[in-house]
């Protein structure tokens, strides 16, 4: 007999208000964005107050420049992670309704296309106001695995990027035909008369390991091992944990189902690499975690 848990009675919205034929809802998901950003501006504030933590004892910014950087964040976020979510993951969708892209409620985020949204964001606001972009990048990956860790409990809440199939009796029940979609035995038990699929809570994985984990270990470095001193070292280790613990999750999480084929209905293999058996964050995680061991090094040799 296999074990699982029941999906939560949790609605995705917080509240909603309703006047006529007008309707705001607050979503879990947008809480956890709005306090992942509103803590790290707050965390990264007080880094810049305190000139011990920084090379030469100099912050990087003053602490009225941090708003311009969240705004900064806050765009690269938003337009990086809708666009890279249509070039890596439904391209075709998005070339035959090129508007679609605009549609960001109905939802689609990539975190890598996030990443480099942030990325070419914040260079512009660094070049704007001539700070070290390198140090600008070690504060905010200091912070990131909050709004990262947020986001995931917030995808567990709205039942989205579940994982494969399991008999492990932490499983979950999730809803939806697609998540009952189960292509062999394992993770299928009855309930009743009707059989249903139990899958791994991949998003709590990654929540403890890219939120809980990853934030504990950047904090303690950059104010207790004098990481931000060394400019690139926090933002490489960012990468590369991030980078780990991403792959490995993987290994358990529903891949998208555009990578699916009949031969393979799980959708496990990567279509771009298949003899290697990659899903598309798998594939994507790789350069990240190159980068961040050569930024280590590179911040290491210059100490």
């Not at 964001?121 to 070290?132: E, K, L, T």
């Not at 008369?193 to 899958?199: E, G, I, Q, T």
Request: glycine content about 12%; proline content about 8%; some cysteine.
């Amino acid at each position: 007999m296999i074990l699982a848990i029941p999906f939560p009675d949790i609605s995705p919205e917080l509240f909603a208000i309703e006047i006529g034929d007008f309707r705001f809802a607050l979503r879990w998901y947008a809480l956890a964005y709005i306090a992942g950003l509103v803590a790290g501006w707050w965390l990264i504030v007080r880094a810049v107050k305190r000139p011990a933590l920084w090379p030469a004892d100099t912050p990087p910014m003053r602490p009225e420049q941090v708003e311009g950087l969240l705004t900064a964040v806050v765009l690269g976020v938003i337009l990086g992670g809708r666009i890279g979510y249509a070039l890596f993951y439904s391209p075709g969708g998005y070339l035959s309704d090129p508007l679609s892209i605009l549609r960001i409620w109905e939802g689609g985020m990539s975190f890598h296309g996030g990443l480099i949204g942030v990325a070419v964001a914040v260079s512009f606001f660094c070049r704007r106001n001539g700070v070290p972009p390198l140090q600008v990048a070690d504060a905010m990956s200091m912070v990131v695995a909050i709004g990262i860790g947020l986001g995931r409990v917030a995808n567990f809440i709205n039942a989205e990027l579940w994982g494969r199939p399991t008999d492990m009796p932490w499983g979950v029940i999730f809803p939806g035909d697609a998540a009952q979609a189960c292509p062999g035995p394992e993770g299928m038990l009855l309930q009743g008369l009707d059989a249903v699929c139990a899958r791994h809570p991949s998003q709590l994985y990654e929540a403890l390991l890219e939120g809980l984990l990853m934030g504990s270990v950047l904090l303690w470095l950059a104010w207790r091992r004098g990481w931000l001193k060394r400019p690139g070292a926090l933002t490489g280790m960012f990468f590369v944990i991030y980078g780990l613990s991403r792959f490995a999750v993987e290994f358990v999480r529903q891949p998208d189902a555009q990578f699916a084929s009949p031969g393979n209905p799980t959708g496990f293999a990567l279509q771009f690499a298949p003899s290697v058996g990659l899903t598309m964050g798998q594939l994507l995680t790789l350069p990240m975690i190159l980068l961040g061991l050569w930024l280590i090094s590179r911040a290491r040799r210059a100490a």
